[in-house]
């Protein structure tokens, strides 16, 4: 086997892929910790973050977070993919992504949670819907009305199953959907209620075009924002960088 530029290639016969996608991992690991000893004298002018990320983080901590990074490091840049909760553990377990940002993900023994912020779900409305002027209100009390909610894959819609599974109620949404904003818009127009953190529509409760209404279920209380890493990796200095910055930024937004 000769490495061929970023490559492993055999120069002999054939060898099993899964040794060659393994030889390809271990090079890009050299790789990786080349750049962040260089990086690291370099005084981190520059480096390249790949995020997968919930959309619901998105609009009003994420985007903050990566401005006020490049404010101080303008030479590293960034890559996001945004999706469901489960691909983005799987984009970390499977080195596609640097950092993930999911929504009370389950465990798995490849990934690390570098730190997580408490982030509990609100039932989220129209100001003159009919449950918008109550204090607080319960899961089962939201399901008297239309609901959107999340596809399964979504850290929300696990929570939401779950709470479905304790109160043995039947969930019927109006509206199931893979789009937060499509979401956060079912509820901006009195059609109904759906299920966020009160970060998700920071803008929405600022501008007064919703209102979110503590829930009582304790499971739906202590939803939580992940922050991960894969676990025994050593982290480009870019990486780890930005990892601290988010930690010190993401909890101040809420």
Known sequence: VALVGHRAVCTAGILDPVLIRGIDAFCGQIRERVAAEIDDVKGLRRGHVRIASVEGVVANGLTHALATFRQRFNGVNFSLNVTGTEAVVAAVRDGEADIGI??????????????????????IMAPDFALAKQKRVSFSDTLNYPVAIPQKGFGLRTLLDACCRRTQLPLRPALETNSIEAMRGFARSGNGITYLPRLTVKRELEAGLVVAVPLTDRELQQATIDVCVL????????????????????PELH
């Open 231 to 250: 676990e025994g990796r050593t982290l480009p200095s870019a990486v780890e960088s930005f990892l601290k910055h988010l930690q010190a930024v993401l």
């Open 102 to 123: 999911a929504f009370t993900a389950n465990p798995d023994p490849a990934v690390r949670c570098a730190f997580r912020v408490r982030d509990p779900l609100f039932a």
